[in-house]
């Protein structure tokens, strides 16, 4: 007997596909950047991202990888795309997090997430602290759009490897918990954290 209150409630409503957790590794990257999506900086801060993953996982993982202006309607096009298209389970970007008129990244987080994940900012913040008395100027958050994770980092390489350090450890436990794919890591690199 089905319970037809259920069933007009969920009316018209598509549910997603689950991942299939030994699945395929998507990462998405995105640098925002008005002067490296001009090309008149270097792409520093994604090519961090990408060479401290290569350190913490094992195995092949795919990168979908983007360098975008500090315009908040193409981040959250360029979100939208990785997590919902290109089935990323993690989106990491970097940049566009501060005070700044032009700072947006946050903002176009939180506007295509279903949910906010604050403890992320508060633990990278914490850990800038000990290095520079600005990290209190930031506004890095995370959060979670349908099954994908996406995690805001700072703009210098330097301060993107002190809070993927920081944060890492709960990702792939995180991404378990959203039905993704099961990331495994270099236990002698970052100890992540899975529950008994």
Not at 59 to 66: F, L, R, S, V
Not at 88 to 93: A, G, H, K, R, S
Request: hydrophobic share 35%; charged share 25%.
């Amino acid at each position: 007997m089905t319970n037809s209150n259920s069933d007009k409630f969920n009316e018209g409503v598509t549910p997603l596909p689950r991942r299939d957790v030994r699945g395929e590794v998507r990462i998405g990257i995105i640098n925002v950047s008005d002067r490296a999506s001009q090309g008149i900086y270097e792409d520093l801060p994604g090519k961090a991202i990408v060479a401290t993953l290569n350190e913490y996982i094992v195995g092949d993982w795919h990168k979908e990888y983007a360098i975008v202006p500090d315009e908040q309607k193409l981040i959250e096009a360029t979100l939208i795309e990785m997590a919902d298209v290109k089935n990323c389970c993690l989106i990491v970007t970097c940049g566009g997090t501060g005070p700044a008129d032009r700072d947006v990244t946050p903002e176009a987080t939180e506007r295509v997430c279903d949910k906010m994940m604050p403890g992320f900012g508060e633990l990278m913040r914490m850990e800038s602290l000990k290095y520079v008395p600005t990290a209190i100027l930031s506004r890095q958050t995370a959060g979670i759009r349908n099954q994908t994770l996406i995690v805001n980092l700072p703009g210098k390489p330097k301060a993107i490897r002190q809070c993927l350090d920081a944060v890492f450890p709960a990702i792939p436990y995180c991404i378990d918990l959203l039905n993704g794919p099961y990331i495994e890591c270099r236990n002698e690199i970052i100890k992540v954290f899975r529950p008994a």
